[in-house]
């Protein structure tokens, strides 16, 4: 245990002095250092407030949770800074974006590349949301395109990435139920 925790701090020095300082940097320092926030039951409550509607005012989410808006603000500048909620979003109805093509690309990965094909895919702009996952495939892509024609550009940009050993892609055709 010694030696990890002087490896660690060394590595949290080098950290320091390269300047990362951003809510990730802090994220993963916290990883590493099992110093993650640990969250009550105020905070799973402020989670799932959010997670219904993101555009609640910090009043009406301090009133629900019975607690002072300074708390909630609070709260939500602790869970932002440890990485807990990394982003607000806006979802949509599947029939608002007629125009646009939804396909899933199930992803076999080479050896244990893993890790490097999961930071390619999500730096590619066609992958909408990107899912580890145990089976015959090791990752699920859903891509989203405006034609056919971006959807293969899509295709044959992540096929060509090294560590990928296979794919298969399916294009939605309607979606029955969107939670």
């Given amino acids: 245990m010694g030696g990890e925790a002087s490896w660690l701090r060394i590595l ?4 320091s002095s ?9 994220h993963i320092i916290a990883v590493l250092t099992n110093q993650m926030f640990p969250m009550d039951e105020t905070d799973q409550k402020l989670l799932s407030l959010l997670r ?4 609640l005012t910090v009043a009406t989410l301090a ?9 909630v603000t609070n709260r939500i500048r602790r ?7 990394v982003g607000y ?15 899933w690309m199930s992803i076999a990965v080479e050896g244990n590349q ?26 699920l892509a859903e891509l989203r395109a405006q034609t056919l024609q971006d959807l293969a550009k899509v295709l044959e940009r992540i096929r060509l990435l090294k ?17």
């Fill in 163 to 179: 560590g990928i050993s296979n794919t298969e892609t399916s294009i939605h055709l309607e979606t029955y139920r969107l939670s």
């Fill in 12 to 15: 949290l020095l080098e950290w």
């Fill in 52 to 55: 219904q509607d993101a555009r």
């Fill in 79 to 85: 869970l932002e800074d440890d990485g807990v909620i």
């Fill in 114 to 139: 893993t890790r490097s094909v999961i930071g390619s895919l999500l730096g590619e702009p066609g992958v909408a949301t990107l899912h580890d996952t145990n089976g015959r495939w090791d990752l």
């Fill in 63 to 71: 009133a629900r949770l019975k607690v002072s808006r300074g708390t």
């Fill in 89 to 103: 979003t806006v979802r949509l109805r599947p029939d608002v974006q007629q125009n646009q093509i939804s396909a």
């Fill in 18 to 26: 390269l300047g990362l300082s951003s809510a990730a940097d802090r």
